[in-house]
């Protein structure tokens, strides 16, 4: 049975004798009250009928008392007395005129009442005319108002005689009052054990079945197999065979997961606060060369460089305190490879008090990268030094043969003196990158004024903006700026080059800076195409160049070193395209620097 169904079983039973219970006790009730207003209302009938009675004596005897000496009634006395009678006879029908069976002693009783009223009306004309005719008819007046005197009392004894029958209901009434009293004394033990004995069983029904699912539950939190499914097919045992289906799920996830991490190349581990590993998966342990024995209050910072282990704990710090995983390098020593490189990811989780921790070994990478920079470094230095001997020496030549060769060979000389210089800023360009992606940047921040870098800066690229009829505007409000001078005439000359590449014939280029509150901005303002809306955010990273840079050659560093020298100053640069594609807007924000 299900366990809606359990539970409404257990409300109606209750409720259908409960009903019965009551109907039995308002049957009864009803019928104890009508006896009791029966009983009340004969009792109520038999006092106004003895009420009359004794009016009617009393009257009869006033009006004898009052009379004169030769049998003249009190005009007085008679007329109250008839007042009374017809009072009484009129409360006492409409007492009884709900009895059917008192409705033909009440007619009688108004017909005997009417009677001596009128009777005693006559008398009263007969005495008007005298005294001599009153004594002619006293006699037969005075006869009549007692036959209707014995009538009228003679139908009011009727009356009490067929109500003391309804006042034998007094013993029934008791006799009704103890059954009630059995009824209470038997139905509500009853009602109650009822009650009582379906609540347990239904307790019983459903809390062995809740006790089994609150122990799967509490075996699912641990790992655990489950207890066997529960027999039925109500709402518990269906619950519990779901419970069993998700289990079932959860362990095949967490066997796949785990076999995931433990045949992971990384290391994956959990570390407490204090930096001691919990668990850590197999191929971690090959690593470090760990058993599931000597896991239990390992430090990690054992297996961290001595010169490393603070900032370790540093970088534990700082994730601890990160919403997203953080990530950092450290060196660790293991007795199976010695010292490596290694790239940790991070996630402090505060429910579990741990930290979660990928660890990746980079020693290949590490070592692949500065062998790449090695080589970088050594090719860019050796192709610059026979790059400028021969731009020298083409420089040299053309200078001294000027007049001496023919146009054709001329330009021939010339043309390979810009291939060779744009050779050597390339790889300039490229040994500067280099520099700055490894770090190896150094600052001398002095204090300077923005107008004479810049127009030494135009003065570099005039033979570019000649080439192309470009008009190099600089704007200027006497501003000083706070930097490194020559990185910093490095950013406006890749910045000018760039705006002078995309510019038309004839264009303009502005070159501004404004002073704000905390900082000085430096806008150089173009008036080519515009730089396609998708690629404003890469054009920034190496070797990224929209499709009209790579048609215009160049090595896709020079906006990359910019950023470089920039940020290393702690301040931003940023592109934005110009409404209506009429150009490009680099702004760069230097903070004032103390």
């Known amino acids: 049975m299900k366990v809606l169904n359990k539970g409404l079983l257990i409300a109606v039973v209750p409720l259908i004798y409960q009903l019965t219970f009551v109907g039995l006790l308002g049957a009864e009730l009803a019928q104890l009250e009508y006896k009791l207003e029966r009983v009340a209302r004969s009792k109520e009938i038999v ?7 004794r009016t009617v ?34 409360d006492l029908a409409t007492l009884a005129e709900t009895v059917p069976e008192q409705q033909v002693n009440i007619a009688k009783l108004s017909d005997s009442s009417l009677a001596l009223t009128r009777v005693l009306g006559w008398a009263m004309k007969e005495q008007r005319q005298g005294l001599a005719h009153w004594q002619q008819v006293d006699e037969l007046c005075y006869g009549t108002v007692l036959n209707r005197l014995i009538e009228l009392m003679s139908t009011a004894s009727s009356i009490v005689e067929a109500e003391n029958n309804h006042l034998a209901f007094s013993r029934e009434i008791e ?44 075996l699912l939190s641990l790992q655990q197999p489950l207890m066997p499914t529960l027999a039925g097919d109500d709402e518990l045992s269906r619950l519990d065979r779901s419970l069993h289906k998700v289990a079932y799920s959860l362990y095949e996830s967490l066997n796949q997961e ?3 991490v433990d045949n992971a190349a990384e290391t994956i581990c959990t570390i407490n606060s204090e930096g001691q590993l919990r668990s850590i998966n197999k191929g971690g342990k090959l690593l ?31 994730a601890a305190n990160a919403a997203t995983p953080y990530r950092f390098e450290l060196k660790l020593l293991t007795k199976v490879y010695g010292q490596i490189d290694t790239q940790w990811s991070v996630l402090w989780s505060p429910s579990n008090k741990l930290f979660f921790c990928v660890i990746t070994n980079i020693t290949e990478e590490k070592t692949i990268e500065r062998l790449k920079q090695d080589f970088l470094e050594i090719l860019a230095g050796d192709l610059r030094t026979p790059l400028f001997e021969i731009k020298e020496t083409l420089s040299q030549i053309t200078s001294e043969t000027e007049g001496a060769l023919s146009a054709p060979v001329r330009q021939d000389l010339l043309q390979s003196e810009k291939s060779v210089q744009k050779l050597l800023s390339m790889v300039n360009n490229l040994l500067d990158f280099r520099r700055l992606d490894c770090g190896k940047i150094e600052l001398t921040l002095t204090s300077f004024a923005f107008k004479p870098l810049a127009q030494e800066a135009a003065t570099m690229v005039q033979s570019l903006a000649k080439a192309k009829y470009i008009d190099i505007r600089i704007i200027d409000r006497g501003l000083s700026i706070s930097a490194d001078r020559e990185k910093f005439l490095q950013v406006l000359l890749n910045l000018l080059t760039n705006a002078l590449k995309f510019s038309p014939a004839g264009g303009k280029v502005t070159l501004e800076a404004k002073s704000r509150k905390d900082a000085t901005v430096i806008t150089v303002k173009d008036e080519g ?24 050659g160049g090595t896709g560093l020079g906006l990359a070193i910019c950023r470089m020298i920039v940020e290393a100053h702690s301040g931003n640069i940023q592109a934005e395209g110009i409404d209506g594609g009429k150009g490009t807007l680099f702004t760069v924000t230097l903070p004032h620097l103390t």
Do not use: H, W
């Open 47 to 53: 006092g106004q009928s003895l009420e009359l009675i």
């Open 57 to 90: 004596l009393e009257g009869y005897y006033q009006i004898n008392l009052n009379s004169e000496v030769d049998g003249l009634y009190d005009p007085e006395t008679t007329a109250k007395s008839c007042v009374e009678f017809r009072s009484r006879v009129k």
């Open 175 to 218: 006799e009704n009052k103890r059954q009630l009293q059995d009824l209470m004394y038997v139905f509500v033990p009853v009602g109650f054990a009822i009650s009582l004995i379906m609540g347990i069983v239904y307790a019983q029904s459903i809390a062995a079945p809740i006790l089994r699912l609150k122990q799967n539950s509490l």
């Open 258 to 260: 785990k076999a995931l």
């Open 288 to 318: 470090l060369d760990l058993s599931t024995e000597s896991l239990s209050d390992c430090p990690i910072f054992d297996f961290i460089i001595p010169e490393e282990r603070l900032l370790a704990e540093e970088k534990l710090q700082v």
């Open 529 to 552: 195409e515009g730089v396609p809306e998708d690629a404003l955010a890469k054009i920034f990273e190496p070797f990224e160049q929209t499709e009209r840079g790579r048609q215009a």
